[in-house]
């Protein structure tokens, strides 16, 4: 083990659980979202390659808050931050769940791509339930179909190969 991936242009470690968000993925998900997101503030809770939130930071977001906990993946995202001279990026080395529960900031997009055996997305929702902004919405990447928990309204879902992924908003 120990090798890397490249995507484009950046660069991540190999580490247990790491998948990036498929392109295809990426975008449909822009297209639900809208191609600018210019003014937005942006979570990626379990960031991973970063690859979602580096491409929420390139389409105009005011803020990307991106948390990995594991250190040689979270030394990657700081590199790649700083090669790509990303002055909307803040980066955070912390547990995802942690970092959500004491977390105050509000946000419009939420992007929760867990480790797909892990119970993390049912806890992840319900602490952010009340930190989205009025219209926030929030991304789920799943291994498998996913039910959101009352509270959460499915606005867009689809499929491609191993990913499930939808796109939620409050539902009150």
Do not use: I
Request: hydrophobic fraction near 40%.
């Amino acid at each position: 083990m120990g090798g890397s991936h490249r995507s484009r242009m950046l660069d991540f470690p190999d580490a247990p659980g790491l998948r990036p968000t498929p392109d295809r993925v990426r975008e449909t998900l822009f297209n639900w979202l809208g191609q600018d997101l210019y003014g937005l503030r942006c979570l990626d809770l379990f960031a991973g390659s970063g690859a979602l939130g580096f491409e929420a930071a390139s389409r105009g977001a005011e803020q990307v808050v991106m948390v990995e906990k594991n250190r040689q993946v979270h030394q990657a995202l700081a590199a790649n931050v700083a090669k790509l001279r990303l002055g909307n990026v803040a980066l955070h080395w912390a547990d995802g769940l942690e970092f959500a529960r004491g977390e105050t900031g509000r946000y419009d997009v939420v992007f929760l791509d867990p480790p797909f055996q892990s119970d993390y997305l049912p806890k992840a929702l319900d602490m952010l339930q009340y930190k989205l902004s009025e219209s926030g919405r929030v991304y789920v990447e799943t291994g498998v179909a996913y039910q959101p928990p009352q509270g959460w309204r499915v606005l867009k879902s689809k499929r491609a190969g191993q990913v499930n992924y939808q796109l939620l908003e409050r539902d009150d």
